[in-house]
C-alpha cells in the first residue's frame, strides 16, 4: 500500500525522493515497522496517586475520565500499578497483600480501586503489576528477592491471582524489579509458576531497566528469550 503526502518543506538531503511537485511517497513494501502498542501510565513510586482516591466528587470522576474515557483527554491504552511491597519506593510506602507469609489481603491501598475506575471506563485498557520492592520476609531478613526465586515468583502470582479472584481484574503483564537488576532464573521460574497457575495469558515484561542487558543475554540463552515477551 502507497501513501501520498504532501508536505511544504524540502530538505537538501532527502531531495531526491521528492517528485517534482512536492510529493513523498512511503512505503511498506519492504514490511512493516514496530507496531503501536498505546499509550500509557504509570501509578507507582510510593503514592503518586493518593490522593486521587480522596477528591471530591464530581471532580474524581472528572479526572478519570479525562484519564481513561476513550476519544476523551488522554485516552490511555495501558495503565502501570505498583505492587505495593511495604517499602518507601520514592514518594512513600505502598502496603503490601502479603505483609508476612502467612498473610493475605487484597484490600489494601488503592491500585486495585484505581484499576477497576479505568476498567470501568475502558474494559479493553491494558494492565500491568511492577514491583518497585518486597516485604522483608520474601528475601528472608536480606533485601534482595532472587536469593529465594520460587518465595519471589510465588508471592507475584498470589497478587495477580488475588487481582482476578477479588476484584475480576485480569493482569495482561508482570513487571520483574522496577529500575533494578534482573535474574534470569527467576524470571524462567516467575513463568513456570504463572503457567502451572494457568496463567499462561500473562506476559512477560523485563528487565525494567536499560533494555541492552537483558536483550544481549537474551541473545545467548535460548530459553530467556522463550519466556520473556516485551523487552522493556
Not at 511544504?8 to 514490511?31: I, Q, V
Not at 518507601?88 to 502479603?98: F, R, Y
Request: net charge negative.
Amino acid at each position: 500500500m502507497l501513501l501520498l503526502c504532501s508536505v511544504l518543506l524540502l530538505s537538501p538531503w532527502n531531495a531526491a525522493a521528492w517528485g517534482t511537485r512536492g510529493r513523498y511517497w512511503l512505503t511498506d513494501a519492504e514490511g512493516l515497522a514496530r507496531e503501536f502498542d498505546g499509550i500509557g501510565a504509570v501509578s507507582g513510586g510510593g503514592a503518586t496517586s493518593r490522593l486521587l482516591v480522596d477528591y471530591e466528587e464530581p471532580y474524581r470522576s472528572q479526572i478519570l475520565d479525562y484519564l481513561f474515557k476513550p476519544n476523551f483527554g488522554a485516552a490511555l491504552h495501558i495503565l502501570k500499578v505498583e505492587i505495593g511491597g511495604d517499602a518507601q519506593s520514592t514518594d512513600g510506602t505502598e502496603p503490601s497483600h502479603m505483609h508476612y507469609e502467612n498473610d493475605e489481603n487484597y484490600f489494601r491501598g488503592y491500585e486495585w480501586w484505581l484499576m477497576k475506575e479505568a476498567k470501568k471506563r475502558n474494559p479493553n485498557i491494558k494492565l500491568i503489576g511492577l514491583p518497585w520492592a518486597f516485604p522483608g520476609w520474601i528475601g528472608r531478613g536480606e533485601n534482595w528477592p532472587y536469593n529465594h526465586p520460587d518465595v519471589t515468583a510465588y508471592y507475584i502470582t498470589s497478587w495477580i491471582i488475588g487481582a482476578k479472584r477479588f476484584h475480576d481484574l485480569d493482569i495482561d503483564y508482570i513487571g520483574i524489579w522496577n529500575e533494578r537488576t534482573f535474574n534470569s532464573k527467576y524470571i524462567k521460574l516467575l513463568r513456570y509458576t504463572l503457567d502451572k497457575q494457568e496463567l499462561q495469558r500473562v506476559r512477560i515484561i523485563a528487565s525494567d531497566n536499560l533494555w541492552e542487558p537483558i536483550s544481549f543475554v537474551m541473545l545467548l540463552d535460548s530459553e530467556l528469550r522463550e519466556v520473556i515477551d516485551v523487552i522493556g
